[in-house]
């Protein structure tokens, strides 16, 4: 399973990725000014770049791993493909964030006051990826023709400019 997921993804994708993050300091205008966690909160870069190219990962993959589905379905029963499916989203997600953060960090740093709240946004993250991902697997799984990449990446644009923006904000910057 872990051999299936690590080859539904594809080189280019993680390359345009990569690409996007080292232009992701030239997105920041006041470096002395802002911190790690004003940095994840108020980016639209991350809501609109980075995370849209991370959907679209999660969306091919989906889409490979269905074309064999019922080839995977024969060696495991269909609870044990999906305790494993979940596994590796959820492993997929950290990898993706732990990139992320550690890239903001190494150029805005962090203070020291601010270690609880990037941890407890990491998982709050982490679960919302997961749900993307379980999301799009349920849309596939549905055989929905429409709305399959358009839905997950209008729940990302709600999800930063309602939740993240509007309720986040003031509960972990006190805005």
């Not at 909160?41 to 589905?69: G, P």
């Not at 019922?70 to 305790?83: A, N, S, W």
């Not at 959820?90 to 941890?119: A, F, N, P, T, W």
């Not at 991902?133 to 930063?160: A, R, T, W």
């Amino acid at each position: 399973m872990g051999v299936l997921f690590r080859k539904s993804i594809e080189k280019k994708q993680i390359l345009i990725l990569f690409i996007c993050l080292l232009l992701f300091p030239s997105m920041i205008q006041d470096k002395e000014d802002t911190n790690l966690l004003f940095i994840l909160f108020s980016s639209n870069y991350i809501a609109l770049i980075l995370d849209t190219i991370y959907i679209w990962i999660l969306f091919t993959r989906i889409s490979k791993i269905n074309s064999v589905f019922d080839k995977i379905i024969t060696r495991y029963t269909k609870d044990e493909f999906l305790k494993k499916y979940i596994l590796y989203a959820i492993l997929s997600s950290v990898i993706y964030l732990l990139i992320l953060y550690l890239s903001i960090y190494g150029i805005v740093g962090l203070d020291k006051i601010y270690y609880s709240r990037v941890i407890a946004y990491f998982i709050i993250q982490t679960i919302y990826f997961v749900f993307i991902e379980l999301f799009c697997m349920l849309s596939f799984g549905n055989h929905q023709k429409d709305g399959k990449m358009v839905l997950p990446v209008l729940i990302n644009l709600v999800y930063h400019y309602v939740f993240v923006l509007e309720i986040l904000v003031k509960i972990f910057i006190g805005g």
